[in-house]
């Protein structure tokens, strides 16, 4: 996962870059950011969830990283001089010209990869679920997350530099290579971990169950998730939120280039923060949240301050054009991008059914993609139809885009506290802890012993 999302914002950085170089506008590059999620989003994902019911994840996670390293060479190729200024490459660009041909054929690439890296999130999800069940299922997730958001802080700040490490005109070729042999390293190394845990199942003579028939895909469990209240609750929270963190990681270098007048390299150097924010605090707000509980609060929490932000971004920064604002909004935010996901991915084993589990992370993940599909699409129109007649890239007026976001944020509040509404009536453990504590185990021992 962490080459995985490193691989995800190689071109985040860049695209300053890449609308000098290769002409991509705000509008192709909100399409090429979308791309990545298409093919999940017309159905893959769900496919996805019933290979990994059935096949397991060793299986699911060499697919995964496979699709990942395929996907990622298609992009390398199309953003390359082998590739640009082609014959091939002419024709491409002919038809729809708002996308230039790199950019129609770095989004193909772009969507195998995301196949690839939601396979392997929900691979991930599913076997942290089954393997820390009634332990710390939080901390490990949490732990997790924090590997991913580490990949996120690596290649911001790699990928500036990375750019310019040939000496000469900076390149995107360079980091968008040196990411690709990183999954290619990654696929190495999950190949080894299937061969090392399939000879221990053999030594052991343990079966993984890998493929435990209890827990198989139905296709009637999809029609019953999608007729549960709290699963549509769950998973509108989640596009919600999502929708406005991710498309931000992506806009968010040129929105603080375009506010503070700085480089693309200044601008990526304070935008790391974000999840490195995230990286230090989900690990113990996962450990708190299996100790001591409280995740729908931490949900409610995570969204004020995701609303907050957006809105400093909309309306403050650009009347106070501060790097010191803007570091302070983005560590906040990255407090925000620590407390929701720790609290959301291991809520969802507590009020889904253990059979659904793996179709409900699919699912959820599947109306999460449909957000983060459209919504840099959306974006890139909003913010070229509110900068009508703006060609430098350094002059666009982010307020709109960035208020489409704090209104995002309004909306996943709105689906926190519904939860915790829920929650407080129905009791289904949201705000409990993980672990029982050790007088409670005592109790209940002591009662089935009574028994
Ligand atoms: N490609 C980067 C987005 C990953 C989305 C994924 N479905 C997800 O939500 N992962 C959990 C997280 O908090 O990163």
């Not at 950011?33 to 017309?42: D, I, P, S, T």
């Not at 942290?128 to 700040?157: N, P, Q, Y």
């Amino acid at each position: 996962m962490f080459f995985a999302y490193m691989f995800v914002d190689v071109m985040s950085p860049l695209q300053e870059l890449l609308e000098v170089r290769l002409g991509w506008s705000p509008t192709a590059f909100g399409n090429y950011a979308g791309a990545e999620y298409m093919l999940n989003v017309f159905g893959f994902l769900i496919v996805a969830g019933i290979i990994l019911d059935k096949m397991g994840v060793r299986f699911t996670g060499t697919l995964s990283a496979s699709l990942m390293v395929g996907g990622a060479v298609i992009k390398l190729y199309a953003i390359s001089p082998l590739f640009v200024g082609t014959a091939f490459d002419g024709w491409l660009s002919s038809w729809w010209t708002a996308m230039p041909g790199s950019a129609k054929l770095a989004a193909l690439g772009f969507m195998i990869f995301g196949c690839g890296c939601e396979m392997a999130g929900i691979t991930v999800s599913k076997a942290i679920a089954r393997w820390f069940d009634g332990k710390e299922m939080a901390l490990a997730m949490g732990c997790e997350m924090a590997l991913a958001r580490l990949g996120v802080f690596a290649v911001f700040s790699l990928s500036p530099r990375l750019s310019q490490a040939l000496g000469g005109d900076p390149s995107v070729v360079v980091p968008v290579a040196f990411c690709t042999v990183l999954l290619l390293i990654g696929l190495i190394c999950f190949i080894v971990f299937t061969v090392m845990d399939r000879t221990l199942d053999r030594q052991t003579g343990v079966g993984s169950g890998e493929t435990s028939s209890e827990e198989e895909f139905k296709l009637s469990d999809v029609g019953g998730l999608f007729r549960s209240r709290l699963f549509w609750i769950i998973a509108l929270l989640c596009v919600l939120y999502y929708s406005a963190i991710f498309p931000f990681q992506r806009f968010g270098t040129n929105m603080l280039q375009c506010n503070l007048g700085i480089s693309a390299e200044t601008a990526a150097d304070l935008l790391r923060w974000f999840p490195i924010g995230a990286l230090m605090l989900t690990p113990p707000l996962g450990y708190c949240l299996d100790k001591f509980g409280r995740g729908a609060t931490m949900l409610i929490l995570g969204s004020l301050l995701l609303i907050g932000c957006h809105l400093v971004f909309a309306l403050l920064l650009p009347a106070v054009p501060s790097q010191i604002l803007a570091l302070v909004t983005i560590l906040v935010l990255g407090v925000s991008f620590a407390l929701v996901p720790a609290a959301l991915w291991p809520s969802v084993p507590k009020v889904m059914d253990k059979r659904y589990l793996g179709s409900a992370y699919s699912l959820i993940f599947w109306v999460q993609n449909i957000g983060l599909f459209g919504v840099p699409i959306l974006f890139g129109n909003v913010l070229a139809a509110s900068n009508a007649g703006v060609t430098d890239p350094m002059e666009y007026d982010y307020t709109n885009p960035m208020l489409m976001f704090a209104g995002f944020g309004v909306l996943a509040l709105i689906f926190a506290l519904w939860l915790k509404i829920l929650d407080t009536r129905k009791h289904y453990g949201l705000e409990a802890p993980n672990i029982a504590s050790d007088t409670a185990v005592e109790a209940a021992e002591a009662e089935s012993a009574e028994e």
